[in-house]
């Protein structure tokens, strides 16, 4: 009689409790049904959730998990922790930050993998099974069946590298204070470096240039120029399309890459110049020197 | 024990009520000009606040120099005043008073590494600004939970940037947090319908209130909430004063 009581009880209180969570954090099976008509068109192929599911629990749903929250088996033990799918929060995209990503991009990130995650490119799929896995992984979040993704940055064509455009680039590094976080040589050692934390509260590295990594959301020009234009959403790393001009940006792309370890144009004209890294005790706007 | 079943039955009905009660109310015109005011206090020792070392970006540091900068969680004026307090209604309130958000435009600023106001209430769909007086670099960054149709963005405001100008989309008390400065902590408190923040003394007045029943409800980030009834009529401001206990 008196467990019963108990259970009464604690079943009212869990039910009160939870019924104004439900509709916010926990997702029914019934839900992620409903979703699973969820398709994404990535050029002319046209992914179907529902065609993902095979190849999802052979090579997904050990990270991901079942209900595609990242809680698989090996969440435990892999650091960066597997991506929540349901929040529909992602870091490589080519879209505002706030926003969706487009189904491009999702396919991308699978082709790409995530460089030191154990995220591996999953280059051997078919351009239809990354299209079936982009709609199953849509299909996990109600963001998806809500809203639409952003809408793409612009990137213009990339200029010549000059030595003007290097310097320049090094200027804006300095104005919006890059190295804040990734340090005045790209070393992953600015001021505010040790105490970063992802929306989690996980801990998180800031991008190191100088030790060959490739970037996590892609390493050509193109993908450096999105990255901070967009800022990668979860993570510290925030956007800086209204401070950066379009321009300039391309700037900013040559600098950084005279901080990383490859050869490049650009490093050596960096040499040629015997450019320096930026003076941090500068006022804001550093006069260009050098 | 078949007792204790339909109390739960009814202790069900009564959340679902309630629920209900915060969606459907009865229409109520909102040209009217009621007031709720009243004053917030804190009983007891107010915890302490922890000091905040900036030397890791002597900007920073430089600008609190001759002050000795501590976290804001709990902010207690001299005579008692809860400072940041939100209040705001909670129940009863339907109709023109919740679909015509408030159009003055509030502001965030980031001033001297620390946000100003502490906490920012604003209507849902409200404009509000991020601003930065700051000659050091910062992210704007909340953290809501997108479950709830508010979307986690996050941007940079390096010296002289531009405003940054958003909304958001649901009731939702927000935390905002800058990763370059880990010490930088705020919130957006979004709430439907009219709204009031405590002054350093522990004041507050929600005005554009049309006549009726209500329920007013007062947020504190650390301390939590407490409600209380209010009727609204005519020109005197209802009165709801709330008592945070310390712990």
New interface residues.
């Given amino acids: 009689?008196r467990i019963?009581?108990h259970k009464?009880?604690l079943?009212?209180a869990a039910?009160?409790m939870v019924?104004?969570l439900a509709?916010?954090?926990q997702q029914t099976k019934a839900d992620f049904e409903a979703r699973i008509g969820m398709e994404s068109h990535i050029g002319h192929v046209t992914g179907h959730a529902k065609s993902a599911q095979y190849d999802y629990r052979r090579y997904c749903v050990g990270c991901h998990g079942d209900r595609g929250d990242g809680m698989g088996e090996n969440f435990p033990w892999v650091d960066p922790k597997p991506r929540d799918f349901?929040?529909?929060?992602f870091k490589c995209r080519s879209t505002p930050?706030?926003?969706l990503p487009t189904d491009q991009d999702l396919s991308d990130t699978i082709g790409r993998g995530l460089d030191r995650s154990n995220m591996p490119p999953w280059n051997v799929f078919t351009d239809q099974q990354k299209a079936d896995l982009v709609a199953w992984v849509k299909h996990f979040s109600?963001?998806f069946a809500s809203e639409k993704p952003g809408t793409p940055i612009q990137i213009p064509a990339e200029p010549e590298v000059t030595a003007d455009r290097i310097k320049a680039g090094r200027e804006v590094f300095a104005?919006?204070?890059c190295w804040?976080?990734h340090g005045v040589t790209g070393e992953a050692n600015g001021?505010?470096a040790s105490?970063?934390?992802d929306?989690l509260g996980r801990p998180i590295a800031a991008f190191n240039f100088t030790e060959g990594s490739r970037p996590k959301c892609g390493s050509s020009d193109q993908d450096l120029y999105r990255i901070f234009m967009t800022?990668l959403?979860?993570?510290?790393?925030?956007?800086?399309?209204?401070?950066i001009k379009p321009d300039e940006a391309w700037d900013l792309v040559f600098y950084l890459r005279t901080l990383m370890s490859e050869p490049s144009k650009e490093k050596a004209i960096a040499k040629q110049l015997g450019l320096k890294p930026v003076d941090t005790n500068a006022?804001?706007q550093p006069s260009g020197q050098q | 024990?078949k007792n204790?079943?339909k109390?739960?039955a009814v202790?069900?009905a009564v959340?679902?009520v309630l629920?209900g009660a915060l969606l459907l109310t009865h229409e109520v015109s909102a040209a009217s000009e009621g007031k709720i005011s009243g004053t917030v206090k804190y009983e007891g020792t107010p915890p302490h606040m922890r000091g905040i070392d900036m030397s890791?970006?002597p900007y920073c540091a430089k600008a609190n120099a001759s002050t000795s900068p501590h976290m804001e969680n709990v902010v207690v004026g001299s005579g008692g005043g809860l400072e940041n307090v939100v209040l705001y209604i909670s129940e009863g309130l339907s109709g023109a008073a919740l679909s015509q958000p408030a159009t003055n435009v509030p502001v965030f600023d980031q001033k001297n590494c620390e946000y100003t106001p502490h906490v920012l209430a604003m209507d849902v769909g409200q404009t509000f600004k991020v601003t930065t007086s700051d000659?050091?670099?910062h992210?704007?960054?909340p953290?809501p939970?997108?479950?709830?149709g508010n979307?986690?963005?996050?941007?940079?405001?390096?010296?002289?940037?531009?405003p940054?100008e958003k909304s958001w989309k649901a009731p939702e008390m927000i935390e905002v947090k800058c990763?370059?400065?880990?010490w930088m902590h705020g919130w957006f408190a979004v709430v439907k319908g009219p709204y009031a923040t405590t002054d350093a003394n522990g004041n507050y007045t929600i005005s554009n209130v049309p006549p009726g029943n209500y329920t007013v409800t007062a947020w504190q980030e650390t301390l939590g909430t407490q409600t209380a009834k209010v009727t609204v009529s005519g020109a005197a401001p209802a009165k709801a004063d709330f008592t945070f206990k310390g712990k």
């Fill in positions: 009689m019963t009581l009464s009880l079943c009212t039910v009160v019924f104004p509709s916010l954090a349901q929040l529909g929060i930050t706030g926003t109600p963001r104005r919006v204070q804040k976080c001021p505010s105490t970063l934390q929306d800022g959403d979860g993570t510290p790393m925030p956007s800086f399309a209204d401070n006022p804001a | 024990m204790l079943q109390l739960a202790l069900m959340m679902v629920c890791k970006d000659q050091t670099a992210n704007i960054h953290n939970n997108p479950m709830t979307i986690p963005w996050n941007q940079s405001q390096p010296p002289g940037a531009p940054v990763n370059i400065h880990p």
